[in-house]
């Protein structure tokens, strides 16, 4: 699983300085979405309110996860013309039901086409490329690892462990790493060394193969 120190070691200067501010926190930061209005319409959380009260009818029940979740909206009569996508790190949001046209993401079982009315499916994501399709527009992400969780109602939810765009990368340091850990791997000796430089030829492999896709 390929991680944030790994990518950040290939980015720009100029940009990944940009995201990280005085303080060391990283710009964008997603906070906690502790102010969503509480639906309760789930009926086994309807069930444990009514529960709560039989047996202490004088406390307020305690809130539940289900509290602070909104309601997904109800698969549409007919197959709407826009995808809308959330696609989330664990420091920051890239994007927030955003309307677009596709998205293709790198599945374990090969590259996946998201459309508006595609079937419902939970897809592992592999290390690759991923690009989100807006009318002419294309922007692209290399990510690392992480699911796609494609909704019956046009909506699909991308969580990736860490993703960047493809134009902050540097190439040349991509190549470079390239030739280093495949050098690495032909003088190695030991079970461990050749391990380490596998990961690093396949790491710098998917990403300067991003490049041309």
Known sequence: MLGRRALCSLLKPAV????VGASGAVAGRRGFADNTPATATDAAHQDFIAAWRKVAPNSEPPKTPLTFMKARPVVPGSIPTKLTV???????????????DMVIVPATTGQMGILPGHVATI????????????????????????FAFIHANSYTDIIAVEAVPLDRIDREQVQKGLAEYTQKLSAASTDLEKAEAQIG?????????????
């Not at 990944?16 to 995201?19: P, V």
């Not at 897809?123 to 992480?146: I, N, Q, R």
């Not at 030829?201 to 896709?213: I, R, Y």
């Open 16 to 19: 990944f300085s940009a995201r």
């Open 86 to 100: 959330n696609f989330v790190l664990p420091y920051q949001s890239e994007l927030t039901s955003k309307e677009v």
């Open 123 to 146: 897809a592992e994501l592999k290390p690759g490329l991923m690009s989100v399709h807006e009318g002419s527009d294309v922007t692209k992400y290399f990510v690392s690892s992480g």
């Open 201 to 213: 030829v396949e790491f710098h492999s998917t990403l300067n193969a991003a490049f041309s896709g």
